[in-house]
């Protein structure tokens, strides 16, 4: 059973930081890339960033580029999202996802920690 566990999430002003972490279990991640996700209210879920199993190959939403860094922990199992220069358009749940297969998509979900930016 895949387990995606995420933590780190809060209420924090404009201008301040997180740092999301997300601590899989359950199968071996070895060659897995994961990603981060996020669901403002009332709207659809959208990609963030994702990281490929080396830690050489990043993507980022435009939205999100030059503030937040994903990185990933292999020996933990751990990735984590560090956000800086927080907007309040950031505010939303944010999900850990990991896909089935290598180069699959992502279909493994954890429940979410949500990240609240005041204005």
């Known amino acids: 059973q895949v387990q995606l566990v995420e933590s780190g999430g809060g209420l924090v002003q404009t201008g301040g930081s997180l740092r999301l972490s997300c601590a899989a279990s359950?199968?071996?991640?070895?060659?897995?890339?994961m990603g981060w996700f996020r669901q403002a209210p009332g709207k659809e879920r959208k990609f963030v960033a994702d990281?490929?199993?080396?830690?050489?190959?990043?993507y980022y939403a435009d939205s999100v580029k030059g503030r937040f860094t994903i990185s990933r922990d292999n020996a933990k199992n751990t990735v984590y999202l560090q956000m800086n220069s927080l907007k309040p358009e950031d505010t939303a749940v944010y999900y850990c996802?990991?896909?089935?297969?290598?180069?699959?998509?992502?279909?493994?979900w954890g429940q979410g920690t949500q990240v609240t930016v005041s204005s």
């Open positions: 359950g199968r071996t991640f070895r060659g897995y890339a």
């Open positions: 996802a990991a896909p089935r297969s290598v180069g699959g998509t992502y279909e493994y």
């Open positions: 990281i490929n199993w080396s830690g050489v190959s990043i």
